[in-house]
């Protein structure tokens, strides 16, 4: 598909995260879904800022991914995750680490468009420094990443190597901040019940939209 191989995996989270995604050759993009739930930690997040005790009553497990960023919760029908990685010969290369994101921003924005959120845009102001948005993907908005006026839709990570670089993307069907609130550092449960704090306030923007359909429209846009 204009030079890119898809493939589509499913499984635990912990086991999708620690594949060796630079295995291929070329262009890969995966398809992932999660098949029990998961609170997946960030490459330089540690696990002393998790309830450990609070994952099992949810049935969910700790994952940790290798690219960057803040937690995110995933839960099976809850989001779309696609993961794309490009060999350091490729003509979408950067050198710049906030602007290799640029591309794929574009392209998710295109996709976007074409189900429908046509106020999709790319963010490119620097990378959110809260605390907050340290702790929880969705609640900062990095360099590249996609929101509306209504809150941030698409939540991106990288990781780079002499092999290539592998981003990670994940749009909410549905968004809930309970896990993160039971689940995360001590003191967010008292954040969300603040309305002042940060954790009220910060937005996501839900894609209610048949995951193979949102899928197809990005796959659709990837550049030639």
């Not at 290798?66 to 993961?83: C, E, K, M, R, S």
């Not at 969300?192 to 659709?220: C, Y």
């Amino acid at each position: 598909m204009n030079g890119w191989r898809v493939e589509r995996r499913s499984g635990a989270a912990a086991d999708l995260h620690a594949r060796d995604a630079f295995a291929g050759e070329g262009r890969v993009v995966s398809v992932l879904e999660a098949t029990r739930p998961a609170l997946v930690l960030g490459s330089t997040q540690r696990d002393d800022i998790v309830d450990l005790a609070a994952l099992a009553p949810r049935g969910a497990e700790l994952a940790h991914r290798q690219t960057g960023g803040g937690a995110v919760f995933l839960a099976p029908g809850d989001a779309v995750w696609i993961d794309v990685v490009i060999p350091p010969n490729d003509r979408l290369w950067s050198d710049d680490v906030a602007a290799a994101f640029d591309w794929l921003g574009r392209a998710w924005v295109a996709a976007l468009h074409d189900v429908g959120l046509e106020d999709a845009v790319v963010n490119r102001t620097a990378a959110c420094q809260s605390v907050l948005g340290r702790l929880i993907c969705f609640a900062g908005l990095g360099f590249g990443e996609v929101s509306s006026d209504e809150g941030k839709i698409v939540g991106l990570s990288q990781r780079r190597t002499r092999t290539g670089a592998w981003f990670q993307c994940v749009v909410m069907r549905r968004w809930d901040a309970v896990p993160y609130v039971q689940l995360l550092a001590p003191g967010l449960e008292r954040l969300a019940t603040d309305p002042e704090s940060e954790l009220a306030s910060f937005r996501v923007k839900p894609v209610d939209v048949e995951p193979r359909r949102l899928v197809d429209a990005f796959l659709a846009r990837l550049p030639v």
